[in-house]
Each structure stands twice: as C-alpha cells, then as structure tokens.
C-alpha cells in the first residue's frame, strides 16, 4: 500500500475517556493540608519544619499549575494563528507528493513524472480496499512531467462515486527496463480542522498535514 503517513482519514468515532485514578489537583492537596491542621493531635502538632515544606509544595504546585495554563493559552494561540493563515487555502488545489485521484463530477487529473522516455505507462487505479478497479494504458509518454485524466469510470464502465483513490504507476523504456516516476496528488481543499493541537487541510475525507504540500494553485 502507499505510504499516507503525512495524512489522515477522518476519524469515524471518537476515542473513550480514559478511566482510572486521577492525578491530585490543587485543590486536592489544599484539602488534604486543612484537613491534617483540623485533625492534628494538640498535644503533638505538626512540626514547623515539616508544615513549612508541605506550604511550599503548595505553593511550587500553585506556580506550576498557572505555567501549564499559561503555556496552554500560547498553544492554543498559535494553533488559532496557524489556522487562520490557513484560511485562505480553502479552495484551492494542492499538490502533494501521494499518488492520490481526486474524483469530482468530471474527469480527474493523474500528475506524474518520469525520469526519462517510456514507451510504456500502466496505471493501476484502487479502490478503498487496495482493489484495481480500473487500469491505463499510455504509449510513448516523454521525459518530465505528465498530465492525464480519469473519467472516473472502473472496468466495467460504472461510474465510481466521488472520494480519494489511490494509484499505482510503472513504467517502461522500448528494451522493458523500468523508468523511475515521481507520482503526485492534486486535492482541493475544503477546509480547516485541528488535530491534535494541529492544523490541517481537509480535502474530502483526507486531513493533510501543510508540510505535504509541495505546490499551491
């Protein structure tokens, strides 16, 4: 299969909270010190010492607790800043480095490159489960960049739904030696979701990390 390790399906279901014992809080530890000061023996109270240690672990949990947030708040800044920036993206076609199709209402683009001419070019077009469902075949492609189409259409003639398919390209000269190809996927952007902290670009039900894309029309 291909490697989409820079994008992502959309997530079907969300993940179940985690169950199990809690970290104790600031309020945890603040209760846990009044209720030691209330039930303390009069005849041996709490020494000095030790109740001023437990006052400052109180207080570094405090500070710690206001940096955590702190931090938080510049996170979500940044990823609220970075999501924006992303905006004007929305609409617009990219190129990223997966042999991706597109399939819209009409024909869909295939981008690839070949390192040199071949006198033979397959491409094998896959449905979701890594099925060929449509194979084709070009004579005499040149060296550089190529551009063809997909009419969406499998094997049999039945027109496929719209979504992402995957491809695979091979290549040949006139001796049968195979040519080395850049395959590339041009997907349309749909809008903006946060992942993890993360902006993403949505193309159909694909996340794609802004790092993938290689060109911008």
Do not use: C
Request: aromatic fraction near 4%; avoid cysteine.
């Amino acid at each position: 299969m291909i490697d989409l390790s820079a994008l992502s399906s959309t997530p079907t279901a969300r993940a179940p909270k985690a169950t199990g014992p809690r970290e104790l809080g600031q309020g945890d530890f603040l209760t846990l010190l009044v209720t030691q000061l209330k039930n303390q023996d009069p005849l041996n109270p709490t020494n000095n010492t030790e109740f001023v240690a437990q006052l400052a672990q109180f207080s570094q949990l405090e500070q710690s607790a206001k940096q955590a947030q702190l931090l938080q708040r510049s996170l979500d800044a940044q990823a609220a800043s970075l999501q924006f920036t992303l905006l004007p993206m929305v609409g617009r076609t990219v190129t990223v480095d997966h042999a991706l199709i597109q399939l819209g209402n009409g024909p869909a683009p295939i981008s690839y490159a070949l390192d040199k001419n071949a006198a033979a070019v397959r491409v094998n077009i896959l449905d979701p489960q890594g099925q060929v469902i449509r194979t084709l075949d070009y004579r005499d492609r040149p060296a550089g960049q190529n551009l063809t189409e997909w009419d969406g259409r499998n094997q049999n003639g039945a027109l496929m739904p719209a979504g992402i398919y995957q491809y695979v390209l091979t290549a040949t000269d006139a001796l049968g030696t195979s040519v080395s190809a850049r395959t590339a996927g041009q997907l349309t952007v749909s809008g903006i979701r946060m992942e993890e902290g993360k902006a993403k670009l949505v193309a159909g039900d694909l996340s794609i990390d802004p790092s993938a894309v290689v060109e911008l029309r």
